[in-house]
């Protein structure tokens, strides 16, 4: 098993740019979560999706940002336009649906940096 | 709201000595995770305890949990210089599938 992917490892772009991040989860696991990681903040859940549903989305700063799941391979998050204070690590995990005690599989993360 | 907050924020050791950290959270929780960052990549899972369960034990790795006091320690023995990374507690919050992570702490092993 590959493991949860995520592409691209590193993004640099502009301010007022459209920034897009990928994520394949594990297979069969039907459960996927996007994090952002910066020093200040910590680890801060964005939204998280169920059967491609997306459960709760609470954690997404602003309309901005949004994020998709077509189907259950794969998942986008979207920012636009793209601000400096974006600047962050963001990770995608995956894990068994309904499974509370199961673990999450995290991606090795999106750093993206916007100037 | 942060549900877990991480003790100490750092801590440096020797090779060979033993790492406690240590992790408060606020409400009550189905269970609490460990999971361990190495620099540049994701968070990998450690070490999961319910919350009916008061200590368990994978390898070198000790995890305690005490629910009256909402507080629970993870603790390395006889640690290595590969030890050196970031440690999370996680807690789901209530009846949802939420993950929520602490700030961590940052464990530097001397060789």
């Known amino acids: 098993d590959a493991g949860v992917i995520q592409s691209p490892r590193h993004e640099v772009t502009e301010m007022g740019q459209e920034v897009t991040l990928r994520c394949k989860p594990i297979s069969g696991h039907n459960s996927l979560f996007w994090y952002r990681q910066t020093m200040m903040r910590g680890l801060e859940l964005l939204i998280y999706f169920n059967n491609n549903v997306p459960i709760d989305d609470s954690g997404m700063p602003e309309d901005r940002f949004s994020a998709k799941m077509p189907n259950a391979s794969f998942s986008t998050l979207k920012i636009q336009p793209s601000e400096p204070r974006d600047s962050a690590v963001y990770f995608c995990?995956?894990?068994?649906?309904?499974?509370?005690?199961?673990?999450?599989?995290f991606g090795n993360g999106t750093r993206l940096t916007v100037t | 709201s942060q549900q877990g907050e991480e003790d100490p924020q750092a801590l440096s050791i020797q090779e060979g000595e033993n790492a406690t950290m240590n992790c408060s959270y606020k409400t009550s929780i189905n269970n609490l995770q460990w999971y361990r960052q190495n620099s540049g990549r994701g968070l990998v899972h450690l070490i999961l305890i319910r919350s009916n369960e008061r200590e368990k034990h994978s390898g070198r790795l000790r995890v305690t949990l005490d629910t009256s006091k909402k507080s629970s320690s993870l603790l390395i023995t006889a640690s290595r210089a590969a030890d050196t990374a970031s440690y999370f507690c996680a807690t789901v919050q209530g009846g949802s599938e939420k993950l929520v992570f602490g700030k961590g702490t940052k464990l530097t092993v001397n060789p």
């Open positions: 995990a995956s894990r068994e649906t309904g499974l509370r005690n199961s673990p999450l599989h």
